[in-house]
């Protein structure tokens, strides 16, 4: 190993649905955070790391920040975005290009006191504007509210500017040994990921309100020789949900678990047998100790 290695901690924020969890993954290609249309999809901050020759990078995925929120599941994901800050080496602070609103303004205010070296901005969804000359007076717009040491557009689902995104995050970041093995590519166990990839066939295959009472625990993860057998309890809030996850004659948590299967069978790479339970507790993202029983603190 060269004697120049360079390691570091690299924290991605943003407000929901600028494309976050899709630049993790493009990052250290292979799906680890699940990514839709909706906002409010990542509830968990989570490590991608990314070994190279030269580096090793430790991306952190984490919640869109809110706004005031609400529910104590809100108020928990605001402090995951809080504390991917410490100890941090780089943030970048995810934008859409030519899109900004009050929530990215307050994600400046989280900022604010950050050292310029530090920060880097992404403006991402270029792919989406037709005009590109726009984008220098958005630029400057945004440079008015606070300095970065780079500032990179690029779109994280075609993995424009990615290429030079790392080359820059290496360029700065510290001269170090690399922190993890080289072939561990997260900080979660697999349990994690059968939860997260089970929900996001909820997000992705129900109406708009469900996801957002929806969480996962797995309650049994047994892995043999050729296949994985999974017990999963999705829980929501009211009978009502819970019909509607179930579906007429069980069709939609039928659906849910085949694709969720198929899913972990690729990130696996071994069979899957998925049986999942709907369950009810009622108010579960307005309690605390629900949260804690549901496997929000670690
Ligand atoms: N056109 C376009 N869409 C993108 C790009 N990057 C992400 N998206 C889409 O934007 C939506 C949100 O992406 P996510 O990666 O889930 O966004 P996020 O910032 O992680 O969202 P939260 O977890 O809710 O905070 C998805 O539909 C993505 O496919 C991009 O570069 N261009
Ligand atoms: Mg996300």
Redo the contacts with the bound molecule.
């Keep these: 190993m060269k004697n120049k290695f360079k390691t570091g901690y690299v924290s991605i924020i943003?407000r929901?649905?600028?494309?976050?969890?899709?630049l993790l993954n493009y990052m250290i290609n292979q799906k680890l955070s699940i990514?839709?249309?909706k906002?409010?999809?990542?509830r968990w901050n989570l490590y991608g790391i990314k070994t190279g020759n030269d580096a090793q990078i430790i991306f952190i995925d984490t919640?869109?920040l809110q706004k005031q929120p609400k529910s104590a599941l809100n108020r928990h994901m605001n402090r995951g975005v809080t504390h991917s800050l410490d100890h941090i080496d780089i943030i970048l602070f995810?934008i859409e290009a030519l899109k900004w609103n009050e929530l990215d303004q307050n994600v400046v205010e989280l900022l604010k006191g950050t050292q310029r070296n530090k920060l880097f901005l992404i403006i991402?969804?270029v792919?989406?504007i037709n005009d590109k000359s726009q984008l220098l007076s958005f630029i400057d717009m945004v440079s008015g509210y606070i300095e970065f040491k780079e500032i990179i557009p690029m779109?994280?689902?075609?993995g424009i500017g990615l290429a030079n995104l790392e080359l820059l995050l290496i360029k700065n970041l510290p001269i170090a040994p690399p922190l993890y093995p080289e072939d561990q590519v997260t900080d979660k166990n697999e349990r994690f990921f059968a939860a997260e990839f089970i929900r996001e066939q909820l997000i992705l295959r129900l109406s708009d309100e469900l996801p957002y009472v929806s969480t996962i625990t797995i309650d049994e993860f047994k892995d043999e020789d050729h296949i994985i057998h999974i017990h999963a309890s999705i829980w929501v809030e009211t009978r009502g949900q819970k019909s509607i996850i179930i579906g007429k004659n069980g069709n939609v948590l039928k659906v849910v678990g085949r694709a969720a299967r198929l899913q972990l069978e690729k990130l696996f790479d071994k069979k899957v047998n998925l049986k999942s339970w709907v369950k009810i507790k009622s108010n579960w993202a307005n309690s605390e100790q629900a949260l804690k029983q549901l496997g929000y603190y670690e």
């Design positions: 943003g929901p649905n600028v494309g976050k969890s899709t990514v839709s249309r906002p409010q999809t990542t919640p869109g995810v991402n969804k792919d989406k779109s994280a689902i075609k």
